[in-house]
């Protein structure tokens, strides 16, 4: 998903986004060394993009940086639910719809009985 700030001209297309429709924007990128998977999903999806005006690690950092029209950003389809107001989603076309991977790290001997019900969610979703 493309965050862009409310009544961006990337709005009025109306149809998904393409990277070369992002040529020119500024661009508020992941960082490199505390968001690295997202940085390198990101550039590899606008590989030649150049004008990255802000890099930060958290989502919620720059959804606001939209919202405050400092640019737009590659964000995962899960910051649509935030509910920040001035910003708008739009969807990129070109790349897988689940690219991002999760790795998860638990005791063996935990009783906690929230950890083998999320256990049970994740082996329930599968690959």
């Known amino acids: 998903m493309v965050a862009v700030?409310?009544?961006?001209r990337l709005t009025q297309l109306n149809r998904?986004?393409?990277a070369e429709d992002l040529?020119?924007?500024?661009?508020?990128?992941?960082?490199?060394?505390?968001a690295r998977y997202f940085y390198d999903l990101?550039?590899?999806l606008v590989s030649s993009h150049r004008t990255f005006v802000h890099t930060v690690s958290q989502i919620l950092t720059m959804i606001f940086l939209v919202a405050a029209g400092r640019g737009v950003a590659l964000v995962p389809?899960?910051?649509?639910?935030?509910?920040?107001?001035?910003v708008e989603?739009?969807?990129?076309?070109?790349?897988?719809?689940d690219p991002v991977e999760l790795h998860a790290i638990w005791m063996r001997n935990s009783h906690?009985?929230?950890?083998h019900r999320v256990l049970e969610v994740i082996n329930e979703q599968g690959d």
């Open 16 to 18: 998904q986004l393409t």
């Open 42 to 44: 990101v550039v590899s």
């Open 77 to 86: 389809q899960s910051a649509t639910v935030l509910g920040i107001d001035g």
């Open 112 to 115: 906690n009985p929230a950890l």
């Open 5 to 8: 700030p409310s009544g961006h």
């Open 23 to 34: 040529h020119g924007e500024d661009l508020i990128m992941h960082s490199p060394t505390q």
């Open 89 to 97: 989603y739009v969807e990129l076309d070109g790349f897988e719809v």
